[in-house]
């Protein structure tokens, strides 16, 4: 703008200027300023881009574009970056946008980012892409305290969170010696936490939450699960214990629970108390199994050799019998309580003995499904069929609490009634 008469129109109220103009200076000043005097509530300064005033647009229309543009080291007039704006969909009363800025990167044109519409005939929602040109490009997110709260690495096509490095894998969250994850079902009915998927978008694997419960499924069928006792159940759903494993097959070749080791000895199970005392052990050798129970005589005082054992020997009745649960199969044994005064220490529980448990899901028959379980947990797992349809849930339940009986006690009481017979047959010999 050189001549006077253009300067007085562009000063002039509501000048409009049909022509390309060109705005030079010869410093570092701004160029064009844009100033509102006006001291109301409304915004002010304004700047409108009109694309087709007062014309019927076209989907597609390019509404403005502003570009920057520099020099490179050859004195070309260089595009470094540009900010643009489209209707993507003129239609009345359902009119979507398109816009972003791009610029160049490692001298090729690309998609910085971009807000895509959606449309309507592919289903697709809008969303904010970032390096759609597919860019070795990171993205990386700072916050307070790091520097890379959440880094996308462009060249190995790897998430971060915490890290600028996932060590291989495509997803990695470090956080110190925090909790790296967190998974939070907001309302009760929230209950997938974590699904993995094939390619097939077949449910794979999904680990669900059910009131205090963890399930984990693998296709439709539960798996696993970790009840509201912090329980650990194995294929059922019936806690009797800290550990519950049910095998629903009958097979010789595939143990339920296989234990090996490298060594020549190799201890599998310890048993100890609170203190962590070692007071059993299951090993493997070489040769076989061992089943170990403490027997270190610095463990044990008034040790005497001198005792009657042929005396409480034939107190025992050795018995044949079968158990209600199996009326095929006839064995040999004792009656736990008849044992009980004899070596007690081989008899658990006493006799008649009865126990309440809580939160009881009885079966049709009155038999005892499960316990520990909450009602509001019964009721849904009726419907993802945890539990069959004629199972009932009462508070509480009184159930027999059975004996048991560790035969392997009866040893010593046999070795010393086998000595004291050597003895007294070795005395008629001589006699």
């Known amino acids: 703008m050189t001549r006077a008469s253009d300067l007085a129109k562009l000063l002039g109220a509501g000048a409009t200027i049909n022509d390309g103009t060109t705005i030079s200076t010869a410093d570092n000043d701004p160029q064009l300023i844009l100033k509102c005097t006006d001291t109301d509530a409304s915004t ?5 881009l009109e694309r087709n005033p007062g014309e019927a647009g076209a989907d597609g229309d390019n509404l403005a574009q502003i570009n920057f543009y520099g020099y490179n080291d050859a004195s070309e007039k260089t ?5 643009f704006a489209e209707a993507a969909d003129v239609a009345n009363g359902s009119e979507d946008v398109r816009f972003g800025f791009g610029g160049l990167v490692a001298g090729a044109d690309s998609s910085l980012m971009t807000f895509m519409h959606g449309t309507s005939a592919t289903g697709a929602d809008p969303e904010m892409v ?7 490009i990171n993205f990386r997110v700072e916050s307070n305290g790091n520097a890379n709260m959440l880094f996308v690495n462009g060249g190995d096509n790897t998430v ?3 890290h600028n490095s996932t060590g291989g894998a495509n997803l990695a969250v470090c956080d110190g010696a925090n909790s790296a994850i967190q998974f939070f079902a907001e309302v009760a009915t929230d209950t997938n936490l974590i699904q993995h998927y094939d390619q097939t978008a077949t449910a794979y694997m999904n680990a669900q939450y059910s009131g205090a419960t963890h399930q984990f499924f693998i296709g439709t069928g539960e798996a696993m699960r970790i009840d509201t006792n912090n329980f650990l159940l194995i294929g059922t759903t019936i806690a009797k ?3 519950n494993i049910l095998r629903n097959t009958n097979s010789t070749a595939d143990p339920t ?4 080791g490298d060594g020549t000895t190799n201890v599998h199970i310890s048993f100890g108390n609170s203190s962590g005392t070692v007071l059993g052990t299951i090993r ?3 040769g076989g199994i061992q089943y170990n129970t403490s027997s270190d005589y610095r463990l044990k005082e008034n040790v005497i050799t001198d005792w009657d054992a042929t005396t409480r020997l034939k107190q025992l009745k050795p018995s044949r019998f079968n158990f209600i649960a199996d009326a095929d199969t006839t064995v040999d044994g004792f009656l736990a309580h008849e044992v009980s005064s004899i070596v007690p220490e081989a008899i658990s529980g006493e006799k008649d003995a009865t126990e309440d448990i809580v939160n009881v899901v009885l079966n049709a028959d009155g038999t005892v499904n499960s316990n520990g379980v909450s009602e509001s947990d019964w009721t849904a797992g009726k419907s993802d069929e945890t539990y069959a349809s004629d199972t009932t849930w009462v508070a509480s339940k009184t159930v027999p609490s059975y004996q048991g009986i560790d035969q392997s006690k009866l040893v010593p009481l046999l070795v010393k009634t086998i000595q004291e017979l050597e ?3 070795t005395a008629l010999e001589s006699a």
């Open 130 to 136: 970032f390096n759609d040109s597919s860019k070795d």
């Open 257 to 260: 629970v296989f234990l090996a």
């Open 160 to 162: 971060s969170v915490g």
């Open 241 to 243: 214990g800290m550990l």
């Open 79 to 83: 595009q470094y970056l540009y900010l």
């Open 284 to 286: 493997s050798n070489s």
């Open 44 to 48: 002010g300064p304004k700047l409108d």
């Open 423 to 425: 003895a007294r047959i």
